[in-house]
Nanobody
Framework: QVQLAESGGGSVQEGDSLLLSCVAA????????MGWFRQGPGKQREGVAA???????NYADSVKGRFTISKDNDENILYLQMNNLKPEDTAMYYC?????????????????WGRGTQVTVSS
């Protein structure tokens, strides 16, 4: 059974950084396409980042240059390093397995995801 547990969210000021973590279990993490998506208050789901089994990464334009996705295949942990946070980054962030095309846009559509971790950025 796929299990994904996010942590690391919090309330920060604009310009601060956060590191989100996601512990995965129940599937072959090393060979999986993984990603993060977010959903802000009153907003639609937005794919943020994806990483494939070659460790190739892709990002949404809104976070490119500020966020970095990575994975530890030995510990089965997915990370999202978020720098220079902005108020518009405020959202619930979800870790997800991605089925189909390994792109940020596919995160939260095909696959499984966890319960999320809240990120709130104040100006």
């Amino acid at each position: 059974q796929v299990q994904l547990a996010e942590s690391g969210g919090g309330s920060v000021q604009e310009g601060d950084s956060l590191l989100l973590s996601c512990v995965a279990a129940g599937f072959t993490f090393r060979g999986a396409c993984m990603g993060w998506f977010r959903q802000g208050p009153g907003k639609q789901r937005e794919g943020v980042a994806a990483i494939d089994f070659h460790d190739d990464t892709n990002y949404a334009d809104s976070v490119k240059g500020r966020f970095t996705i990575s994975k530890d295949n030995d510990e089965n942990i997915l990370y999202l390093q978020m720098n220079n946070l902005k108020p518009e980054d405020t959202a619930m962030y979800y870790c997800a397995t991605i089925g189909g095309s390994c792109t940020p846009e596919s995160a939260g559509i095909f696959g499984r995801w966890g319960r999320g971790t809240q990120v709130t950025v104040s100006s």
